[in-house]
């Protein structure tokens, strides 16, 4: 009698070898298939040998090694690719059957294949999941999103294969209805892009503001790595400065000053546009990588452009500290601002997201792991409807504490002409946050001026709208409110 596998996983990519072999290892059978049969092949004849995954050489072959409700995971390239997984694999399923999505799919895609799913009779998750390579195989932060009746379903194998807080507690549960899911990983991925960056800058300020040593700057971001800048990506940058060649030569120094990126940035962006959020750090973030791949305009601009030398005169040890201050102010902006968008996400599409929860996902295996997400998760405990992360106490005497070294590090790249899009960015927004009042009285003035589009008035109830005659020849029509 063949043996029977408890999930299916589809794509030998290096996630979902990783996941494959996390799945096993935690005491399930697999079974597996490629669209490229020598992948499958050697993988069954590699990494999988003599463990509990079984090779199939297509998709009804998967099917049928599969319990009831059988579970279909797809570990795929996101977009057209995933749409013709799932047509292949529908007419093997019956009804009560699970298909998840483990990649990096849209979340407005999710919410459709949920629909159509549903109206088969099958059911359909969207998960996303965090943590590299290394976290498909240890660990990683799984988000999952979609139809609620699969949870129970696969709620044992995910939160087998998860990673682990320190006090025990899974990075996975239950995100919610539709693209959920999905949206949430893709936020996840906005804040990677912002905390990137934000490391970057200090870097760059640091190297060519300070002119640390790769040595020096390792140890400052090791040390930072100690206090409550304690994260993943900052002890990832700490072992990449301190990383030597086969000659003993710094890596970090011969690679290309370009950056590469897979979409999910931009969609942050595009999500905050549609939404009406001041996405502004995560926006910046996306452009400067934009900016960092035109590398040979920057080259010639070099040459023709110029700006202040970089002269640091000063007492370096407070500098430093001044840019942890700037470098944890902004990174707690950047997480402000990624739950923001996703509170305003919830109220359009009707989904009742749990920040606190979704700080708790965070806290494991995922890239932007870090020490103050368990803050993240008290301060939404203690307010379910708080609108912004800012106002917790805890950030707010945080970023109280760092603002001067915050303003001071800001203002001495900027005198230098280091640029730091993004953690000048954080500081505007934390700046317009806290203002009573904005110029976008003129702003608004303008626009009636030259297309009466109106106003309303500080001394007459929000909803009234006025228009002003500013020149004599001017009609009184007036755009619609």
């Not at 004849?45 to 297509?58: D, E, F, P, Y």
């Not at 390579?133 to 139809?147: K, N």
């Not at 997201?353 to 932007?368: E, P």
């Not at 803050?375 to 939404?380: L, S, W």
Request: with cysteine.
């Amino acid at each position: 009698m063949q043996k029977r596998a408890d999930i299916g996983v589809v794509g030998l990519a290096v996630m979902g070898e990783n996941l494959i072999l996390n799945m096993e290892s935690r005491g399930f059978t697999v079974a597996c298939y490629n669209r490229t049969i020598s992948k499958m092949d050697a993988f069954i004849q590699g990494r999988a040998l003599g463990k509990n995954i079984i090779g199939c050489h297509s998709i009804d072959a998967l099917i049928q090694t599969l319990t009831r409700p059988r579970k279909v995971m797809c570990m795929i390239q996101a977009g057209s690719a995933v749409d013709a997984f799932i047509a292949s694999v529908t007419p093997c399923l019956e009804a009560g059957d699970i298909l998840i999505d483990g990649g990096n799919s849209h979340f407005q895609d999710t919410i459709r294949r949920v629909e159509e799913a549903q109206r088969k009779g099958l059911l359909y998750v969207g998960a996303g999941i965090s943590g590299g390579e290394e976290g498909a195989l240890l660990g990683p932060s799984i988000m999952p999103g979609g139809s609620a009746a699969a949870w129970e379903a696969i709620r044992l194998i995910f939160q087998k294969i998860c990673a682990y807080t320190d006090d025990g507690k899974p990075c996975c549960d239950w995100v919610g209805e539709g693209g959920s899911g999905h949206f949430v990983k893709m936020v996840h991925n906005g804040i990677e892009y912002g905390d990137m960056q934000l490391i970057g800058e200090t870097y760059h300020v640091l190297k060519d503001g300070l002119g640390l040593s790769n040595e020096e700057m390792q140890k400052v971001f090791a040390a930072w790595n100690q206090g409550p800048l304690n994260s993943y990506l900052i002890e990832i940058t700490a072992d990449i400065l301190g990383y030597k060649d086969e000659q003993g030569e710094a890596v970090i120094d011969k690679i290309l000053d370009t950056a590469g990126q897979k979409g999910t940035g931009k969609w942050t962006v595009a999500s905050a546009l549609d939404l009406g959020q001041p996405l502004t750090l995560i926006g910046e973030a996306v452009f400067a990588r934009y900016l960092s791949a035109l590398k040979d305009e920057r080259a010639a601009a070099s040459r023709l452009l110029r700006g202040p030398e970089a002269v640091f005169t000063g007492d370096r040890t407070a500098m430093i500290a001044d840019l942890g201050e700037a470098l944890y102010a902004s990174r707690i902006v950047s997480y402000a601002q990624g739950f923001q968008i996703m509170r305003a996400m919830a109220a359009e599409q009707g989904w009742r997201l749990d920040c606190g929860g979704i700080a708790q996902l965070w806290r494991g295996g995922c890239i932007i792991r870090s020490v103050f997400l368990e803050e993240i998760r008290e301060a939404f405990a203690a307010d379910f409807d708080l609108s912004n992360l800012l106002l917790a106490p805890f950030f707010q005497q945080a970023v109280e504490k760092a603002q001067p070294g915050w303003r001071r590090a800001a203002a001495a790249a900027l005198q230098w002409g280091v640029p730091i899009p993004a953690i000048s960015a954080a500081l505007a927004y934390y700046d317009g946050y806290r203002a009573a009042r904005l110029p976008a009285n003129l702003l608004q003035a303008q626009r009636d001026y030259f297309g009466a589009h109106t106003y309303e008035r500080i001394d007459r109830p929000r909803g009234e709208f006025f228009h002003t005659r500013w020149k004599d020849r001017r009609g009184a029509t007036s755009s619609s409110a």
